[in-house]
């Protein structure tokens, strides 16, 4: 005999940051939970990581790959599938450097947006010859180079992987060469051939992928000093 089917999950649904597609999804159950636990658990930064995509796909009714979503992506999806599942609200207890005295300070995470450029794909001009298409990196592609995992400040080989991550073609005149044709070893090769200038472009780039961020405002309970707090990245929200 079939257990009873304990909850009808109700659909709430989310635009897409990058392709501004619009996806239905579902909270996350407690076999999700389980899963983002353990993961958190382990103190495997690559575990979790993929712990956090897999249960935005689990969540998202509509047909969605995983290998084309990017960071900010996958950051803001999250985001607003917890708010469903364990509560729209964080509360952090923020420090003020005037008089060290905590603030408690409210954050609805339905307020937070993803901004992304409008003319953030046009093509990079190396020379009158050769010019590149970018592209955002996926989220797991950077787990793949570690730069999600990477702690403290990204080694020089994590960079040149991420650079070749962000190129979607390499233009050589009439000729167009996509970045997926080419080796790991061919585009760190590529990237080596640059001047400085020319690898500015590309890092300048990076710099500039759009992030999942909110300025956090508050007054300061004790001394009334304005304060603000920028958050940056999946783990500042929780």
Same mark, same amino acid.
Do not use: H, R
């Given at each position: 005999m079939a257990l009873p089917k304990l909850n009808d999950s109700p659909i709430y649904s989310l635009t897409i940051p990058s392709n501004k597609k619009r996806v239905k999804f579902r909270p996350y159950l407690v076999k999700e939970e389980k899963v983002l636990m353990m993961a958190a658990e382990s103190?495997?930064?690559?575990? $979790? $990581?993929?712990?956090?995509i897999d249960t935005v796909v689990a969540c998202v009714s509509d047909p969605i790959s995983k290998k084309e979503l990017s960071t900010f992506d996958v950051e803001y999806m999250f985001t607003q599938i917890r708010s469903k599942?364990?509560?729209?609200?964080?509360?952090?207890?923020?420090?003020?450097?005037?008089?060290?005295?905590?603030?408690?300070?409210?954050?609805?995470?339905?307020n937070l947006k993803v901004k992304v450029p409008t003319k953030w794909n046009a093509p990079i001009v190396l020379t009158p010859e050769v010019s590149i298409e970018?592209?955002?990196?996926?989220?797991?592609?950077l787990?793949?180079?570690?730069?999600?995992?990477?702690?403290?400040?990204v080694g020089t080989e994590t960079a040149f992987k991420l650079a070749g991550k962000c190129i979607n073609a390499i233009v050589h005149n009439d000729e167009r060469y996509l970045a997926e044709d080419s080796s790991e070893e061919e585009?760190?090769?590529?990237?080596?051939?640059?001047?400085?200038?020319?690898?500015?472009?590309?890092?300048?780039?990076?710099?500039?992928?759009?992030k999942l961020t909110h300025t956090l405002?508050?007054?300061?309970a004790s001394c009334g000093e304005k304060k603000t707090e920028v958050l940056e990245g999946l783990n500042s929200f929780f």
């Open positions: 103190g495997d930064l690559k575990q $979790a $990581a993929n712990a956090v599942s364990v509560g729209e609200n964080i509360e952090f207890n923020m420090p003020c450097d005037e008089c060290d005295v905590k603030t408690d300070v409210n954050l609805s995470l339905s970018m592209k955002f990196p996926s989220y797991l592609e787990i793949d180079t570690d730069v999600l995992t990477e702690e403290g400040a585009m760190i090769e590529f990237l080596e051939s640059m001047d400085t200038k020319q690898f500015e472009k590309i890092l300048n780039f990076i710099n500039n992928i759009p405002e508050w007054n300061c």
